[in-house]
């Protein structure tokens, strides 16, 4: 599977959208774009995954640029309950079994 | 419909003793996966299994661990003659059919090994 490249750490402030980037630019064909968030000590929590066209879905949008090089999370109006830390997990559904290949990730931390 | 259970939330071992970790996955779900999180990292996979057979193992380590899903009951994995750097948090995951589709992780096991 692809790796990916996040921001090691972001603030945002409540109400405000947040913009969490992630390179993967050795991504193939058949290999998906998902995004995972881990809430303090629960276990990891799905929120969106796409291929190549934009997804949006009641937790947050997907925006993956055309070349499929790299893709952002837009949580649209964060609230202190996002404070986590996100994933974005390329993976290959075709030869891995589907399994997920954890980063370090990124730690958001929304702000009053 | 109840999400992936896990059970102990919390489970203390000491050094030598074996560690039982259990994982009922979402109802209708037949494929399992578990994770490790050793303190102050990120989860790591460890092994995928399938109702009654074990597909991926690549993340097991060789030797005391092992993980099985029998045809009734929860899928288990078991840690024999635990050692300190067993603790960690384990976590299951569950999916339906369908590789890509996505994975529900349970709330994880705590072990803690003296």
């Known amino acids: 599977d692809a790796k990916t490249t996040q921001p090691p750490s972001m603030d945002c402030a409540e109400g405000r959208a947040a913009n969490l980037p992630c390179n993967h630019s050795?991504?193939?064909?058949?290999?998906?774009v998902y995004w995972y968030r881990q809430i303090h000590s629960q276990g990891p929590q799905y929120i969106i995954h796409?291929?190549?066209n934009n997804e949006t879905n009641e937790m947050a949008s997907l925006i993956i640029t055309e070349d499929r090089k790299s893709s952002t999370l837009i949580l649209p109006h964060a609230t202190l309950r996002d404070t986590a830390v996100y994933y974005c997990?390329?993976?290959?559904?075709?030869?891995?079994?589907?399994?997920?290949?954890f980063g370090a990730g990124t730690q958001v931390v929304v702000t009053p | 419909n109840a999400g992936v259970m896990q059970n102990p939330r919390h489970l203390v071992r000491r050094r030598g003793q074996e560690a039982r970790l259990r994982c009922s996955p979402m109802k209708g779900h037949s494929h399992v996966y578990w994770y490790r999180q050793l303190p102050e990292e990120g989860l790591k996979f460890m092994v995928y299994l399938q109702k009654e057979n074990i597909i991926d193992e690549s993340g097991m380590p060789k030797e005391r661990f092992s993980a099985e899903f029998p045809k009734e009951g929860p899928s288990i994995l078991r840690i024999q003659q635990v050692v300190r750097g067993d603790s960690a948090a384990y976590f299951c995951?569950?999916?339906?059919?369908?590789?890509?589709?996505?994975?529900?992780f349970g709330p994880g096991t705590r072990l803690t090994v003296l």
């Open positions: 997990i390329v993976r290959s559904t075709t030869d891995s079994w589907g399994k997920l290949q």
């Open positions: 995951a569950s999916r339906g059919q369908g590789a890509r589709n996505e994975q529900f």
């Open positions: 050795t991504i193939s064909g058949n290999e998906y």
């Open positions: 796409g291929l190549k």
